[in-house]
């Protein structure tokens, strides 16, 4: 196995990043991490476009409520109902 790249997204703590799921070329990385300045209210949803694998670029963080951690699971969909057509992102607040 070879790195390819690197990506710091969380200061180095051993529980930063809970989960990984892969999606159309994006990475959804759920982060808790208790620097606010990498995590907002300490928890949310990385978005990562991973479309070129060695230049990985941190596009979006979706933030958790206040005191919600993001654990492990994390899931990205495609849909289609008669009410709704398109992508859902899931993942566990703890």
């Known amino acids: 196995m070879d790195l390819v790249s690197k990506l710091d997204l969380t200061t180095p703590t051993q529980d930063g990043i809970a989960d990984v799921g892969y999606f159309k070329g994006f990475a959804y990385l759920n982060a808790r991490d208790s620097d606010p300045a990498d995590c907002p209210t300490a928890g949310g949803v990385h978005v990562v476009d991973v479309r070129d694998p060695s ?38 607040n703890e």
């Open 55 to 92: 230049n990985p670029v941190k596009v979006g963080f979706l933030q958790a409520n206040p005191g919600e951690f993001p654990g492990e699971g994390i899931h990205v969909m495609e849909v289609h109902t008669p009410h709704f057509d398109g992508d859902i992102l899931l993942h566990n």
